[in-house]
Nanobody
Framework: VQLQASGGGLVQPGGSLRLSCVVS????????IGWFRQAPGKQREGVSS????????YYADVVKGRFTISRDNAKNTAYLQMSSLKPEDTAVYFC??????????????????WGRGTQVTVSS
């Protein structure tokens, strides 16, 4: 089982990035995919999640309207399109997979597999 997040980098405030999460070793279409992030000195927090059974998508309030999650089941890949980035979005971003749609969307224990993360830095 492997989740590989990529697409991070350095971007100016107001800019955009698209993160990708390529998975292997399990049936991607059957899993919910979540994006989490951890800023220096802070706890990891949920950013967005796309459920497999219901098709619902969820966003943390701080990213709502700026970030968009999507998934391409044919490519075993999930994406996080991030726009209007702010310095406070600076963090390591992780993707995670849940065998079934989580009962509590940001409950990390409901996500069974995790990738290593990709660094996003928003700075001028």
């Amino acid at each position: 089982v492997q989740l590989q997040a990529s697409g991070g980098g350095l971007v100016q405030p107001g800019g955009s990035l698209r993160l990708s999460c390529v998975v292997s070793g399990f049936s991607f279409a059957d899993y919910a995919i979540g994006w989490f992030r951890q800023a220096p000195g802070k706890q990891r927090e949920g950013v967005s999640s796309a459920y497999s059974r219901t098709g619902m998508t969820y966003y943390a309030d701080v990213v709502k309207g700026r970030f968009t999650i999507s998934r391409d089941n044919a490519k075993n890949t999930a994406y996080l399109q991030m726009s209007s980035l702010k310095p406070e979005d600076t963090a390591v971003y992780f993707c995670a997979a849940a065998r079934k749609d989580p009962w509590l969307v940001w409950n990390e224990s409901e996500y069974h597999y995790w990738g290593r993360g990709t660094q996003v830095t928003v700075s001028s």
